[in-house]
C-alpha cells in the first residue's frame, strides 16, 4: 500500500510526464502529397513542382506561406484550414490558393 508521502512524491513525477506526453502529440502531422485530399487540390510540398499545365491559376511567387488559408506565420511548416489535423510545408502549394490580403 502506497503511504500518503511516497503518494506526495509521486505526484510532481507523474504530472512531468503528462506534460511531456501531450505537448509530443500536440505537433501535427505533415500532409502526404499522396493523400487523397492533397492529390484532389493538387497539394506538393515544394510550389516549384506544382502541376502548371493542370493548375493554370498557379503563378510564380504562389506558396503556401502567402496564402491566406496558412496559419504557421513564418515558420516552415503549419496548419491549414483545408487539412484539419495536419501541416502543410510552408514552401507548399495547392489549387486552393487564395492571396493573403
Known amino acids: 500500500m502506497t503511504s500518503r508521502r511516497q503518494f506526495i512524491q509521486i505526484i510532481p513525477v507523474a504530472g512531468a510526464a503528462a506534460l511531456l506526453a501531450s505537448a509530443g502529440s500536440a505537433q501535427a502531422a505533415m500532409v502526404d502529397e499522396n493523400d487523397a485530399q492533397a492529390k484532389a487540390l493538387g497539394y506538393v510540398a515544394d510550389a516549384a513542382k506544382a502541376d502548371k499545365t493542370k493548375y493554370k491559376q498557379f503563378a510564380a511567387g504562389q506558396?503556401?506561406?502567402?496564402?491566406?488559408?496558412?496559419?504557421?506565420?513564418?515558420?516552415?511548416?503549419?496548419?491549414?484550414?483545408?487539412?484539419?489535423?495536419?501541416?502543410?510545408?510552408?514552401?507548399?502549394?495547392?489549387?486552393?490558393?487564395?492571396?493573403?490580403?
Open 63 to 101: 506558396h503556401c506561406g502567402n496564402c491566406a488559408l496558412y496559419q504557421g506565420g513564418a515558420a516552415p511548416a503549419g496548419k491549414c484550414a483545408l487539412f484539419p489535423g495536419k501541416e502543410v510545408a510552408n514552401k507548399g502549394w495547392c489549387s486552393a490558393y487564395a492571396k493573403k490580403a
